[in-house]
């Protein structure tokens, strides 16, 4: 089978798994005894109805991308990383220190605030590498373990003087040299107020209303990174092949437990990215008290699968999940349907997306398409 | 329709897309006797028994199992009508014991709903005793031999009640002594009114037990006969379509230093038992030596050892003067040598990846396949479509097909190209042509031979004892991780050599 069939064949499972999410979403609005069409209408008109609403999309679609992508490198090498919730911690937290304490100069502060995010959580990663390489400790473990670590690492620190802003349950703002904002410092100055609300247009609504930031190009650039790494280098190579028979990969001279441990790294590594420009790139550029994770380590989870497993196909379902996500609130407010109805449609989209590729393992098995022989 | 036939099948048509693996097959197996299948790798001898075992469908053709017509929908309703089914790859779990891998799916449950091990340990045995097996109940299946999951697998068939067994490549993982036993229990069975259907390409083993042979060439039948008006070349010419040359010719080189020495290896396992003792061989340019003896007795562990899969106690291994145990498989193959694995989907190939890609998988960095870590594709590409032509790795142009649809005697094929393709000193070969047909052992005893005259070393592990005193230069028969005799081929006598096998005095 070719590989423009092959993803035409997963396109048409997302969409059935969607409108099978939203019909099964609809029968739960009408049995709470909500229109659906209505319920659904907010949900749309919350998301397209406004620029800044779509603005609002993208920001929030940048860090479940990362972690999406995340999630997808880990599994290609064979790992399950369930600790992107610490992992961004670590970059947020790391962002949070390196931007409040530091001072660089405009860009090169947020280069500098990003390099040592991702390098921290690289390390993190590393860590969970060698557990599992050097004593067999199952990398899932480690993970979870190492997110509640995190989490209240990060409730600890944001206690401490040296963090702790005075008079918040949080810590010191970033400076606004770290900031990725787009055209952060000048859109805010009183120039800047007065032309974009003087202009009109929908993008000036964007930059005025929302934290519009340049984390979105980031995330792409990197789902196009991944995306060359496992088509066109011999280090994607590697790691694919580690992930899909380790004892083959180790026959063939492959140093399988170094490529596990870079693998676990560069996994680490983007989700420390996603805490990181989630610090420079939204309000409020600090750290705050945490009960619970935030949970884009399990939304990057649903991300990977419904972009099946492809780094180009992560930076849809971002997109996608977080609309439902964003969409969601406005179903609440306009109708008074609870906006968890969106966390059931999602959940039934995955189901069904899971379900299809059962189905056709099944069908294939049947067909005998499998071996030749 | 005929009531002495246990199996009738008429006029099978299977395709695949557009690939017609079987065209109007027909196959009608007596009750009570013991029925051949042969043909090449990819024939569609699996596919027919794969489709009389309910795994596959199929688009035409009519199936009656004692004269009655059955359309199985899974192998559950195979296995209802008394068919049983011995896989060429074993469906076992590795992590289960080998008493809870037979009872799997066949669970009696005895009060309140648990598993009646007890009962089912009593059956067991006592099928186990008469068909004359040695099996440890106990033992997890990831830890027996190869020889052993299969007997694994043959009593879990038996155990569900199955009155006619297929058995897909029997034979290929056996000793002489364990084929010889093979072939006994299969005629126990027969005497008990138990049909049994192989599928080989072995032809002495055909002649040896089968009494009518069914022939499938390229998805189709060409004829079914009595084996006893057949000698193995007339079977084989059918089954291939043309003569085949069984011997290989040889010539006789002159000794040289050995470049490939094994020194006083002793490797143990996790649990301290010795697996290799005082091991010491040796291979010299332009020689193969073969490593004779009954599975388990130190082959597997021999060749993870060479390969630094696992740890040596003490002792040395050496090539070119250079000592490489302990170190890793990398260092191996940067120092001349290359393996050709026994298990060649869990240790050889990436099953996912495609066939070109799996061809590199050694030569990562080779300036010829990456640049700064690029890989080059088209050069890839090139050198895969070369290799593909050069060992007939079929369909032909199989570059950009994922190794998992290949048959398994191409997936070999796939490792030996790999393997040969990288110009190495010496060889490994374990088992290099299990599961394979005469047309495709052929090639390969060929290549082996080939590099041997380009003096290359080759050191052939298998169990195949006609395999090893057809190829070897010198035969070293290991025994209880031992060697405990070498003899140069043309002396030796296989009687000699399957005493040494199993642990007699020289």
């Known amino acids: 089978m070719n590989m423009e069939k092959l993803i035409k064949i997963q396109l048409t499972n997302i969409i059935l798994a969607t409108v099978v999410g939203f019909i099964l979403g609809g029968i739960v609005l009408v049995l709470t005894g909500y229109n659906p069409l209505e319920a659904y209408g907010a949900l749309f008109s919350g998301i397209f109805s406004k620029p800044k609403y779509i603005a609002q999309v993208v920001i929030k679609s940048t860090p479940i991308i990362l972690t999406g992508l995340s999630f997808l490198v880990a599994f290609k090498s064979g790992l399950f990383n369930m600790g992107a919730e610490g992992q961004y911690l670590t970059g947020s937290i790391v962002a949070a220190i390196v931007g409040s304490k530091l001072d660089f100069p405009g860009g090169i502060h947020f280069l500098a605030v990003v390099v040592s995010a991702v390098t921290a959580s690289a390390l993190l990663g590393a860590v969970i590498g060698i557990l599992k390489t050097k004593w067999g400790v199952n ?119 170094k490529n596990i441990i870079c693998a676990m790294a560069l996994s680490a590594a983007i989700s420390g990215l996603a805490g990181a420009l989630t610090i420079t790139g939204m309000m409020p550029h600090r750290l705050s008290q945490l009960r619970v994770h935030e949970g884009y380590g399990f939304s990057g989870i649903a991300v990977a699968l419904i972009g099946a497993n492809s780094p180009i196909g992560c930076i849809f379902s971002g997109l996608f999940y977080s609309m439902l996500e964003y969409g969601s609130s406005s179903i609440q407010s306009k109708t008074g349907a609870a906006s968890e109805i969106m966390d059931l449609v999602i959940g039934t989209i995955i189901f069904f997306i899971a379900i299809s590729s059962l189905f056709r393992i099944v069908l294939k098995k049947k067909k005998g398409e499998s071996k030749h022989e | 329709m005929n009531a002495a036939h246990a199996i009738e099948m008429h006029g099978i048509v299977k395709r695949f897309g557009n690939f017609c693996a079987l065209d109007e097959v027909e196959l009608e197996v007596k009750k009570g006797s013991i029925h051949a299948i042969l043909g090449e790798n990819g024939a569609g001898k699996t596919t027919l028994m794969n489709i009389l075992y309910g795994l596959y469908d199929y688009n035409k053709g009519q199936i009656l199992v004692h004269g009655k017509e059955v359309h199985f929908k899974s192998p559950r309703d195979a296995i209802h009508a008394g068919i049983g089914m011995v896989h060429q790859h074993f469906k076992l779990i590795e992590p289960y014991t080998v008493l809870q891998n037979i009872v799997l799916g066949y669970e009696k449950k005895g009060l309140f709903g648990f598993i009646d091990y007890r009962k089912a340990r009593k059956e067991i045995e006592a ?79 055909i002649t040896q037990c089968a009494s009518r042979c069914t022939i499938i060439r390229r998805g189709k039948f060409i004829t079914e006969v009595a084996v006893d008006g057949c000698d193995t070349k007339k079977l084989a010419s059918l089954m291939v379509g043309r003569e085949v040359n069984f011997s290989v010719k040889k010539q006789k080189k002159a000794g040289t230093e050995p470049m490939f020495e094994i020194r006083n290896l002793t490797v143990e396992d996790r649990q301290g038992i010795c697996r290799l003792s005082d091991l010491s061989l040796e291979v010299h340019h332009g020689e193969i030596v073969g490593i004779a003896g009954v599975d388990g007795n130190g082959q597997q562990e021999l060749f993870e050892a060479i390969s630094s899969l696992i740890m040596v106690k003490s002792g040395t291994i050496t090539i070119h003067s250079k000592e490489i145990q302990n170190t890793d498989p990398k260092t191996m193959l940067e120092n001349g040598i290359t393996v050709i694995p026994e298990d060649r989907q869990k240790d050889g190939l990436v099953l996912d990846f495609t066939v070109a890609e799996n061809l590199i998988s050694q030569n990562l960095s080779a300036p010829q396949f990456s640049r700064h870590g690029f890989l080059k594709k088209p050069e890839i590409m090139a050198s895969s479509a070369a290799l593909i032509e050069k060992y007939d790795i079929r369909p032909s142009g199989c570059s950009a097909l994922k190794c998992r649809a290949l048959s398994g ?98």
């Not at chain 1, 670590?149 to 008079?167: A, C, D, S």
């Not at chain 2, 097996?133 to 299946?141: E, G, P, Q, T, Y």
């Not at chain 2, 191409?410 to 000193?425: F, L, S, Y």
């Not at chain 2, 380009?454 to 070897?472: N, P, V, W, Y």
């Open chain 1, 139 to 257: 990398e899932v473990i480690s993970c979870i373990m190492f997110n509640w670590f995190l989490l209240y690492l990060n409730n600890y620190l944001i206690t401490t003087p040296w963090l702790k802003k005075p008079n918040a349950e949080a810590s010191y703002e970033i400076h606004e040299t770290a900031w990725s904002l787009v055209a952060g410092k000048w859109k805010t100055t009183e120039k800047g107020i007065a032309a974009l609300s003087g202009s009109g247009s929908p993008f000036a609504e964007m930059l005025l209303r929302t934290d519009l930031n340049y984390g979105i190009v980031i995330a792409v650039i990197v789902a196009v990174i991944i995306y060359i790494l496992y088509k066109k280098t011999t280090t994607g190579y590697r790691l694919q092949s580690v992930g899909a028979n380790i004892n083959a990969s180790r026959l063939s001279g492959i140093p399988v437990e």
């Open chain 2, 127 to 205: 099928l186990i005793k008469a068909y004359h097996f040695k099996i440890d109940l106990d033992a997890k299946v990831r830890d027996i031999s190869v020889g052993m999951q299969q007997r694994v697998e043959i009593v879990k068939a038996l155990y569900r009640g199955a009155d006619i067994l297929i058995f897909d490549e029997p034979t290929a993982v056996l000793t002489p002594q364990e084929i010889h036993e093979l072939t006994g229990c299969m005629k126990n069975m027969t005497e008990e009114g138990k049909t049994v259907i192989i599928i080989t390409h072995k032809l002495e083993e």
């Open chain 2, 409 to 506: 005697g191409n997936q070999q094929k796939v490792i030996i190209a790999r393997a040969i393709a990288r110009n190495p000193d010496l060889i490994i070969a374990v088992q290099p042509t299990r599961g394979m047909d005469v047309g495709a052992i052929e090639f390969v005893h060929k290549a082996l031979i080939e590099e041997r005259e380009k003096g290359k070393g080759i050191l052939l592990i298998s169990l195949d004892l006609d395999e090893i005193l057809k190829l070897s230069d010198r035969v070293a028969i290991i025994s209880s991780g031992h060697i405990t005799g070498v003899f140069d081929a043309q002396d030796a006598d296989k009687g000699k050599i399957g005493t040494l096998m199993v642990g007699g005095k020289n």
